[in-house]
Nanobody
Framework: QVQLVESGGGLVQAGGSLRLSCAAS????????MGWYRQAPGKEREFVAG????????YYADSVKGRFTISRDNAKNTVYLQMNSLKPEDTAIYYC??????????????WGQGTQVTVSS
């Protein structure tokens, strides 16, 4: 099992910044691809950003490209999401996600409990 605990959410004005952190425990953090997802009220959960187990080229949703940066520190078992130039439409619960391909079509994955980000206009 992998336990994921997010922190860093809060209330910020439009144009401001926040940095989310996700601390992992339980298994070898560096074996897992890490991602951030978000879910706004009344909407489906959507992908925000992802980074591979090796810290290679990250991936971003088009809606956050150029504003958000995902990074990881394998020594600290932590993944971060730096969010700049925040917009009211970024308001959502942000979830940390860990995944690992075990082969044969099996993916092992885990979710954090989420942290609320609210951007006021």
């Amino acid at each position: 099992q992998v336990q994921l605990v997010e922190s860093g959410g809060g209330l910020v004005q439009a144009g401001g910044s926040l940095r989310l952190s996700c601390a992992a425990s339980g298994r070898t953090f560096s074996n897992y691809n890490m991602g951030w997802y978000r879910q706004a009220p009344g909407k489906e959960r959507e992908f925000v950003a992802g980074i591979s187990w090796s810290g290679g080229t990250p991936y971003y949703a088009d809606s956050v490209k150029g504003r958000f940066t995902i990074s990881r520190d394998n020594a600290k078992n932590t993944v971060y999401l730096q969010m700049n130039s925040l917009k009211p439409e970024d308001t959502a619960i942000y979830y940390c996600h860990a995944s690992r391909d075990r082969g044969w079509g099996i993916t092992e994955d885990y979710w954090g409990q989420g942290t609320q980000v609210t951007v006021s206009s």
